[in-house]
C-alpha cells in the first residue's frame, strides 16, 4: 500500500472535487477524466490512483451509485497487477470500493474474486495490501457468500493459492480466521487434504514474537491448531502429522511434550478409528517421554502427556479390546523402569500407569494387580543388585503403598487391595523392625485411607484391627517427634479412625488413658477424636479438666485446631466452647499464683476461642467477664482482668468497654491492658477527647479517619519539638498492629483487606519527611525514629505486593544509621538498622539505589565486621547482607570493594562459632563469583 506525495495545490484540488462530487455539481467520472494525463503518463500513474483515492475516502458511503462503483472497480481491477510491482495504491481503492459503497453492485463478488485470487497472486503483494485482500474476502464471505459458493471447486483452489505460503503474523491471524469460515460452509470435495496441508506446514508453529506486533506465540498456536481440527475429514491427517512430527529428529522434547497437547485436542474432537494405525507410536512416544534416563528430576507427567494418554482412553472408551492392548502395552513398557528401581525411574513409570488406570476402569484392573505384585517385588528387595541400595529401595517402594491403595479403591478394584493388604501390613511389620521409624508416616497413611475408605468394603472384612490398634497406642509417642509431616499423617489418621469407626476408637483412647499419664500428645490424641456430638460428650470433660490445670502452647494449639476442625457443627462449637470457657475461670479461681508466660498462653486461647463464636455470644460473655471482674477482687481479680481483656476486646459494645476500661486504668500494673481497651474504644468512638494522643493516632491510621494524617504529622511534630521521654515510648506502639490486643483480625476490628498496604504508604512519606526535619546532633530523637524502623519494614514483610517506592524513601535514614552505629562500640540499635537494612535489600530492587549509596552501606557493613569484639547476633546479619550484596548489587559497586570486604572476613573466618564460619564461606564464595 502506497501513495505517492502529493502537492499542497493537488489537494486542494482534492478537497475540492470531493465536495463538487458530494453536492451532485461534478461526476466521479468527470474527475478521472482531469486525471487523463497522469494515467496515460508512466511515471505519473501513481500520481493520478492517489488522487482518486484520496477523493474516494472523503465522499459517503451512499453517494455514489451502483454504476460508477462497478465502473471504478473495473478501472481499479485492470490495474492491479501492475500495483503489485509498484507496491501502489489500487488495492486500497478497491478495498475502500468493496467495504465502504453502499450501492456495491449485485453478483460483482464472482468477477472481483476471480480477478483478484485467481489472475494475480496475493503473495506478490505487500503485507498491508495483504491485510486489505485477506479483509475483501472476509467481506464477501459474510456478505456475499452465495456468490463465491456458487464458484465451487474453483473457489477452493483460489483460496488455498492466495494464502499459500504466508508467513506474516497479522496476516496468519486472519487467514486462520477465514480459513475456519470457509472450513465450515465449503465443500472442499478432492482438495480435502491439500486443504489440511495447507497450513499443517506450519506445525509445530516456529514464532518469535516481535514487540511491534503484540501477537504472542500462543495466539498463533492457537488460531492454528483451530483450523487443524476444524474438519472431521482431517481426522487421519492430523494422528499423521502428530505421529511425523514426533519422530522428526529435529523435533525437541520440550516441543513433542506440547505436541501430546494437541493430540489430547485431537483425540477429544475426531473419532477414534483414524486414529488406531498410529496408536503404537503414541504409546511408544509417552514412554520415551516420560522414561527418559536423562531426566529423573521429578516424578511428575508433563500435564499436555496425562491429558494426552486420558484423551485416548476416552476415545477407545466402547472398544474394550483397544483399551485392554494400550493398558497391556504400557505395562510392558513400565515393567522395567519399575523393578530396575536402580535406574531411578521407578516412580515416574509408576506414575505413567496411574495416569492410565484413572482413565479406564478396564485398564486399571489390568494394571492394578501387576502393580500390587511389583511392589511386593520392590518392598521384598527382590530385584536389588547392590545391597547397599536395599533400604533405600525399600523404603521408597512402601511409599508408594499408599497412593496405590487409594487409586484401587477410588478404581472400584477392592478385590485387588483385599488380596495386596495382608502381605503389605506384614511387610510393612517387618521393615518397621529392620528399619524403624522410616515406615511410620505410611502406616498412618495407609490406615487412614483404608479408614476413610472404609464404606467401600462393606460385608468385607479388613485384616486391620492389629495395626490400628497398634497406631493409637504408638501415636501418642509419635506426636512428640519434631516431624510435621509424620505428625499430619497422624493427624488424618485420629480423625479418619473417630469418624468411621467411634465406638473401637474410644475403647483403645479410654485404654491409653487408663495406662499412661495424661500430657499434652495424650490430650491431642483425645482432641482429635472429637469430631461429632458423640465424641466431645465422651472427650470433652477431658480437654476441659486439663484446662483446669497448666496450660502450655501444645495444648493451647489443639485446642484451637479442634474448634476450627469442627467449626461447621454447631452442637460440638457450643458445647466445647461453654465448657472450655467455663474451665477457664474456674481454674483461674482455683490456682494461687499464674506465671506471665501461661497467663499470655491462656489470653491468647480463650481469645481464639471466642474468636470463633458469633457477636452475640461474644456480647454475651463481655458482660459477664466484666461483672466478674466488679465481684472479684485482689490478685484473683488482677488474673482474670489479664486472661480475659483479649476476649472482651471482640466486643463492639462502647458501654462494656468503657466499664471494663474503667476498672483498670487505676491500676499501674495493669497500663498495657488499659491501652488495649482505650483502643478498642477509639475504634468505634469516632470522636476523642485526645485527637493528637498516640490512642487516637493508631485508630484513625487503621480506619483511614478524615484527619488522621493531619494528626500523625501534628504528633510527630510536637514530638521532634519535645524531650518528653513517655512520648518516645509510645512513637514505636502507633505502628503496633500485631500484638494480641492491637492486631484488627484477631478482635474483629472493621477495616478494608488493603489496610496494612494503605498505612505504610500513608505512613512512610510522613516519616521520612519529620526524619529530615531533626538535626543531626539530636541523638535522642533520631534514635526513637530509627526504632520505627523494624516495625515498618516488619509490616511491609506481611505484604503480598512488595512497596519497593516507600521502601526505597527510608534507605537514606537507614544507610545514615548504619554510618553512625558503625562507629560506636556497641549499641542495642545496631542488629535491629541492620536486619531493617537486610528486609530493605530482600524487598527493593537495588537498581533503583544510587551506586554512591551502596558503596556507602558497604562500607559501614565492613567496618562493623572488621571489629574484633564484635556480637555473634550482628556478625551473622552482617554477612546475611554482605550475601545479598553479592549476589544483586552491580559489580561496579562489588569489585571496588572486594579486597577489603574479603579482608574484612578474616575474623569470620576464624571464629569458633560454626554457623559464623559457613556464612563467611558463603559470603566469600559469592563475591568471589562476580570477581571471575
Known sequence: MGFAVLKDEDNEAILKYAADIKEKKKSI?????????DFSNIDKQEYGLTKLVYVLQKLPNDCLDETEVGSLLEFFLTRLEGSALRSGCVVTGIHHLILHSKNLPSGCEVPIFQSIYSESTVQCFSQPDRTELFEILE?????????????GSEFI???????????????????????LDVVKDFDLGVYCEDFFELLAVYYPLEYTPADTFKISREMLSSGLESCLLSHKSFSFYCYQLISSKFFEEDTEEEMKVEICGFLAKAAKIFPSAPMKPFLEDFLTIFRRLCLNPSNKSSNEIPMDIVNAILAILKAFENDKET??????TMTEN??????????GLTGKALAVLSVVSKGSKIAAEIILPQIMFWLGNLINADTVNAPQNRQEIIVEAINFLPDWLLLSIECECTQVV????????ESLKRTEEQFGSVVFSVEYKLSEILLSQSSKFEGDKLPTKELFEKLVWRSVTDLKKPDEKLRAAIQKFIIAFSKSDFTTFSTLVEKEIATREVDSCLLELVALGICNKQSVEKFGSIIVEALKRDIDFDLSRCVIETIERNKDNNTVIEKLTDDLISAFIQGLENSEEISIEETKIKAELLQQIVLKLNQSKVEELTNSFVTKWKETEGINCEKLIKVTVLSILQSKNTDMLEKALNLTKSQSNLEEISNYLAFALSVYKQDSAEPLSWISIKSSLLLNRPNALQNLEKFF????SSSDVSRTCRLSDIFDFDSAGFNPSLNRYPVSILWRQRILCQFIPIYVKYFSQISSTNNFHRSAFFELLNPILANAQKLTVPLS??????????????????????????????????QLLKQASLDSISNEELEKNLKSLQKILSKPKAKMSTVIKVLEALELFGKNAPSEVVLPAFSGIIGALKNATLSNKRIVRKKAAAVRNQWELVLS
Not at 513400565?334 to 535406574?343: G, S, V
Not at 483385599?418 to 501390613?425: M, V, W
Open 139 to 151: 467481506f464477501f464471505l459474510k456478505h456475499r457468500r452465495q456468490g463465491l459458493k456458487s464458484l
Open 717 to 720: 511534630q510536637n514530638f521532634i
Open 157 to 179: 483452489l483460489c483460496f488455498m493459492r492466495a494464502v499459500n505460503g504466508e508467513r506474516d503474523p497479522r496476516c496468519l491471524l486472519q487467514v486462520f480466521k477465514l480459513y
Open 334 to 343: 513400565c515393567e522395567p523402569f519399575i523393578l530396575q528401581a536402580e535406574m
Open 323 to 328: 483399551i485392554k492392548s494400550i493398558a497391556n
Open 29 to 37: 467520472l468527470e474527475f478521472i477524466e482531469t486525471l487523463k494525463d
Open 805 to 838: 517506592t516507600e521502601l526505597l524513601q527510608i534507605l537514606p535514614i537507614l544507610t545514615e544509621a548504619l554510618e553512625l552505629l558503625s562507629l560506636e562500640d556497641e549499641s542495642p540499635l545496631l542488629d535491629l538498622v541492620i536486619e531493617s537494612f537486610i
Open 418 to 425: 483385599l488380596d495386596a493388604l495382608p502381605g503389605f501390613i
